[in-house]
């Protein structure tokens, strides 16, 4: 079974500073996989995904994703935050085909100091 | 598209009760997932349908709990009797072609 791993609990950044977040999974073959991010008392509101082709994924607000196989890796970055990116993100990975079903991280909480 | 609507969306009731959470997907997607999120477990798949149909209930924690899905626009979730330890709240999701959409979720508090 898959399985994301998301090695920071808490990161705290400057306003304007840039912010990088790690996510790791564990799958054989090439997976789905998505960022998601819920701000206090929201919903997860869907970040950016990736299924294949381009490894470098585009996403809302600004946000952008690597995919590297050699590192089982999918992490998210920014190259200047906003207070208003406070928030906890939350990586997930799918095996797609005829399951949908997701396994998600722990998450990370983003702290933003003005 | 009004995306995926929950109701309620905060729910207060007394140990014993009955509740039920209601969920509604985007028209047109053929898998509804339920969440349940606390502090202490995070994120937790309690059960997915697809095309109306349960595929996977094992994230169901107890027989108090259960769910159905009369119809592609309409789902429940439902406890009884409730217990303090179900307080937390509770997420919808559909998919289409691989990705969830989640709805803004059910904060649910048994005291």
């Known amino acids: 079974a898959q399985s994301v791993t998301q090695p920071d609990i808490h990161i705290t950044v400057s306003e304007g500073a840039s912010l990088e977040l790690r996510c790791n999974y564990s799958y054989g073959a090439t997976p789905y996989l998505f960022w998601y991010v819920q701000s206090p008392g929201q919903g997860l509101q869907l970040l950016l995904k990736y299924f294949s082709g381009d490894t470098l994924v585009q996403g809302i607000k600004g946000f952008e994703a690597e995919f590297k196989r050699s590192q089982s890796s999918f992490n998210l970055r920014k190259p200047s935050v906003h207070w208003s990116d406070a928030a906890e993100y939350f990586c997930?990975?799918?095996?797609?085909?005829?399951?949908?079903?997701?396994?998600f991280g722990a998450g990370t909480t983003v702290t933003v100091r003005a | 598209d009004a995306g995926v609507i929950q109701s309620p969306r905060h729910e207060v009731t007394e140990m014993g009760q009955e509740v039920t959470l209601r969920c509604k997907p985007i028209s047109g997607h053929d898998y509804l997932f339920w969440y349940r999120q606390t502090m202490m477990r995070g994120l937790e798949l309690l059960i997915y349908?697809?095309?109306?149909?349960?595929?996977?209930d094992s994230g169901m924690p107890e027989d108090r709990f259960s769910a159905k899905m009369p119809n592609a626009s309409f789902s429940t979730l439902k406890i009884q009797p409730s217990e303090p330890r179900d307080s937390a709240v509770y997420f919808c999701a559909s998919t289409l072609e691989g990705t969830q959409y989640f709805g803004p979720g059910t904060r649910l508090l048994v005291l």
């Open positions: 349908f697809n095309n109306n149909v349960p595929i996977d």
């Open positions: 997930a990975v799918g095996v797609g085909s005829n399951d949908y079903k997701l396994s």
